[in-house]
């Protein structure tokens, strides 16, 4: 490590530059293992320092990368050899086309940590977007090559997220959908869904931002907790009704539904509460007014996702009229029954399987 020092600079160095300058100094051992042993000197330098040495940390992850996909190019030429870095991709084998995504996405990483070092750490928002929309870019040119970094959706979010705290909600809006797009988890969706909300409210979308904040709320009540708490989420309420100027939408429903699930709401009070909103315009108070009549609710794509506060709204007020709710929670969330039991079907389909011959 010692005999590498002397590469590590705040300007960084390219993969070029360390063999022309290493030259016959590098002694035994391949390009690679040197590199690593490179790469290891500026990630420790980095982390003592990090706003010094990140420009010429990311310098060199990028350079790594780029030395990886000069090899996965070339070894392509050759048809043979492509046909061999084929099999060993569908075998999940290192390539160098792997590599070099895997170090491009390394160094979105650092971009994406330092960016958050000079704002809001620091105030710097200018330095701060430069590095966010660098991790964007080397996530990318990851995605040239085929993987999609399973962090694009945050990076994108992240960069989406900027625009909007600095006042730039038109350039968010762009971002925000695409992150959307790529969210690969609830968790995901519902951040976005969440940062989306506020944009379209500073944009004076209020349908779009009152049932993108529906949604993240939904997410986050069915992943995170088991029971209504409407102070969970009083903040992000009260931050929608405030920027649209309106409390008669399904934001305003949705708390009636989480203090009815809490048990701080009868049903007789929130019925009359809710019958105060346009049902034919906010289809969650729709959803609600149904099951507080005794109705199977209608679900609406605005409101996918809310399954599972619904159907504990109808089992506060003992409405089992509940099947279209219990088929869409399953569709979203299938247990390993319903997986094994579509299976079964789909081979009984194809004619390779009977139940019969059981």
């Known amino acids: 490590m010692n005999k590498l020092a002397r590469f590590v600079r705040p300007e960084g160095i390219t993969v070029e530059e360390f063999l022309a300058e290493a030259g016959e100094h590098l002694g035994i051992g391949g390009v690679e293992d040197f590199l690593r042993e490179l790469e290891a000197a500026y990630e420790g330098t980095w982390q003592r320092e990090k706003l010094l040495y990140a420009d010429g940390y990311i310098k060199l992850l990028t350079s790594i990368a780029e030395y990886y996909r000069k090899k ?16 060993m991709e569908a075998f999940g084998d290192f390539t160098y086309k792997k590599r070099a995504a895997e170090y491009y996405i390394n160094a979105a990483s650092v971009a994406t940590s330092v960016s958050l070092i000079y704002f809001p750490q620091q105030n710097y928002p200018e330095e701060a977007e430069r590095y966010l929309k660098l991790a964007v870019e080397l996530e990318e040119r990851a995605m040239e090559l085929g993987v999609v970094p399973r962090y694009y959706a945050i990076a994108l979010n992240n960069l989406g997220t900027h625009y909007y705290e600095t006042n730039r909600s038109e350039e968010a809006l762009p971002v925000l959908k695409k992150a959307l797009e790529y969210a690969e988890n609830p968790k995901e969706r519902g951040l976005v869904l969440h940062n989306l909300s506020l944009t379209y409210a500073d944009l004076g979308m209020k349908k779009e931002a009152v049932n993108c904040m529906v949604k993240s709320i939904c997410i986050h009540y069915s992943t995170q907790h088991e029971f209504g708490d409407v102070s969970l989420y009083d903040k992000d309420i009260n931050q929608v009704v405030e920027m649209t100027g309106d409390a008669g ?34 289809p969650l108070t729709n959803a609600l007014l149904s099951i507080l009549n005794g109705r199977e609710p209608a679900l609406s794509n605005e409101i996918v996702g809310c399954e599972k506060l619904l159907k504990d709204v109808a089992k506060a007020v003992g409405n089992k009229n509940i099947a279209e709710l219990d088929r869409k929670r399953r569709q979203q969330h299938p247990s390993q029954e319903d997986i094994w039991k579509r299976w079964i079907d789909s081979l009984e389909e194809l004619g390779l399987y009977s139940k019969e011959e059981l």
Do not use: C, M, P, V
């Open 249 to 282: 939408t399904d934001i305003f429903a949705l708390e009636i539904a989480l203090d009815l699930i809490g048990g701080n709401l009868s049903a007789e009070r929130a019925k009359k509460l809710l019958e105060q909103i346009d049902r034919d315009e906010w």
């Open 72 to 87: 996965h190019e070339e070894s392509n030429k050759d048809e043979r050899k492509r046909l061999l870095n084929e099999l």
